[in-house]
């Protein structure tokens, strides 16, 4: 654990050296007790995979003073203190134009496309933390056989809304970008909607699981979102934070 000044507003809670499963909860667990105990002058918690960033007003709480109320919460911060997690469904039509690159993928690691696909849409993905782009979740999880190098030269667009892969890794670009993550389908929903009253879909600590869907019911899909009327699939409460044991990637 250690402290790193981010400029005189913020300060970078440092809580392991790792990416797992484990460290990610105690990032989320000392984020919640943050929240919970509404520490005096805190304005912003900024969780990644692991550490956290906490945004503060030095007019009213100064720097070692921060450091020393949350070096005290910090014994506290641990998976059972979080909430079950959400689970969301996410539909996504794999292959064709949407999935422009599965093909590739699937020929550079030696599956069958469909294959590809399928493994895919099997695994419960774990959000570790929303950002790059509004609301793109970095995410966890992905069946060891799909690992693949990132693309050698990133695009510079990708559409929103493209499920993308890449290392060990799996993301869901919220708005167009450049990117370098091998897309292989397209969800129709809104991951960032700066018009809705809870503009970003996905939460860190969230678990995702990928729906295959037709074209079909993808423009379906679509054309519902725009009119406003799509509700996707929200468990609220379904998962416990950290099984027990579990240290995951």
């Not at 440092?14 to 919640?32: F, M, P, Q, T, W």
């Not at 969301?88 to 590739?104: K, S």
């Not at 600590?205 to 037709?214: N, S």
């Amino acid at each position: 654990m250690r402290f790193l000044p981010a400029g005189d507003l913020a300060v970078s809670v440092e809580l392991g050296d790792e990416i797992s499963r484990e460290v990610n909860a105690r990032v989320l667990a000392l984020e919640y007790l943050i929240q919970q105990k509404g520490f005096p002058g805190v304005l912003e918690t900024v969780p990644t995979f692991r550490s956290l960033l906490v945004y503060y007003d030095p007019f009213v709480v100064g720097y070692d003073e921060l450091v020393a109320s949350l070096t005290a919460l910090i014994p506290e911060a641990r998976a059972d203190v979080l909430p079950h997690a959400r689970r969301v469904e996410i539909p996504c039509c794999y292959g064709g134009e949407l999935g422009f690159e599965l093909d590739a993928a699937a020929a550079k690691i030696g599956l069958a496309a469909d294959e590809m696909a399928r493994l895919h849409a099997s695994a419960d993905y774990y959000v570790y933390f929303v950002g790059f782009t509004p609301g793109l979740p970095y995410m966890g999880g992905m069946p060891e056989r799909l690992t693949i190098p990132r693309l050698e030269t990133p695009r510079t667009k990708t559409p929103a809304g493209s499920v993308g892969i890449g290392g060990t890794q799996c993301c869901i670009y919220s708005v167009e970008s450049p990117g370098g993550f091998w897309v292989l389908g397209r969800t129709p929903l809104r991951l960032y909607d700066p018009a809705s009253p809870d503009p970003i879909l996905l939460r860190a600590g969230d678990h995702v699981r990928f729906r295959p869907i037709d074209r079909a019911e993808f423009d379906s899909i679509t054309a519902a979102v725009a009119a406003g009327t799509f509700r996707p699939r929200i468990e609220d409460g379904s998962v416990p934070p950290l099984p027990s044991g579990e240290r995951a990637g």
